[in-house]
């Protein structure tokens, strides 16, 4: 079955760690999305990419980094620079040559402490 | 800049109720989209719908339905004959014209739906 898998679903690091979250699909989708969710706030946009080696800046990319090198693959990169990153964080991806809507994965819940 | 307000934090109904989640947007943009997405206790979300600015025929799936009004920049869902597999969280969403570009949404604060059996 085509979809979109973050791993892992749970993941725990200590304050000052960068860690990186996995996102990988099988849909053949040109365009990829992280998104970060907070309670009560709803989901904002981190980066977005349209092509491999292409990425862009989303609303709140500030404390994260990431790289589009294979077209099945967007990882993100939170680093020690991100003041909150305690949230759910949710990878997209989208057919753009039919404008589809976006496919998400289930999400990668991230705990610093 | 563009907006979407659910101003319903949290909506708790006895199963088979009608129950009608709100969406109100603001956009600049004369065209535009608007979805609605539902995230189960699982987590990913689950695209519902979409429609354009252009079209505001009511749409009806199942049990679903979707009012949408430009005089009012709403997009309300409502869901009838309410089942306790409907409990989750409903997202509104918007997002400028869809070219061969990104689509970049910007979303509601959610509405949590609990069905009570």
């Known amino acids: 079955d085509g979809g979109i898998t973050q791993s892992p679903k749970y993941l725990f690091r200590k304050e000052g760690q960068n860690v990186t979250l996995s996102c990988e699909q099988n849909?053949?989708?040109?365009?990829m999305y992280w998104y970060r969710q907070d309670p009560g706030q709803g989901l904002r946009l981190i980066y977005y990419s349209q092509i491999v080696n292409d990425f862009q800046k989303g609303d709140i990319a500030e404390g994260y980094s990431v790289s589009r090198e294979k077209k099945e693959s967007f990882p993100l990169t939170v680093t020690s620079a991100q003041k909150n990153p305690t949230a759910f964080y949710l990878c997209?991806?989208?057919?753009?040559?039919?404008?589809?809507?976006?496919?998400f994965g289930n999400g990668t819940r991230l705990t610093v402490t | 800049a563009q907006k979407v307000t659910q101003a319903q934090t949290e909506i708790s109904v006895v199963e088979k109720e009608d129950v009608t989640l709100d969406c109100v947007y603001e956009?600049?943009?004369?065209?535009?989209?608007l979805f609605w997405y539902k995230q189960p206790p699982s987590g990913e979300l689950v695209f519902l719908i979409r429609?354009?600015?252009?079209?505001?025929q009511n749409e009806i799936s199942g049990r679903y339905s979707w009012n949408f009004q430009k005089s009012t920049s709403s997009f309300n869902f409502t869901i009838t004959a309410s089942q306790v597999v409907d409990s989750a969280v409903y997202f509104c969403a918007l997002s400028g014209p869809l070219r061969q570009g990104a689509q970049k949404l910007v979303f509601g604060q959610g509405t949590r739906l609990t069905i009570n059996p």
């Open positions: 997209a991806s989208q057919n753009r040559a039919t404008n589809s809507p976006l496919h």
């Open positions: 849909l053949n989708h040109d365009a």
């Open positions: 956009t600049r943009d004369t065209t535009y989209y």
């Open positions: 429609r354009n600015s252009f079209d505001e």
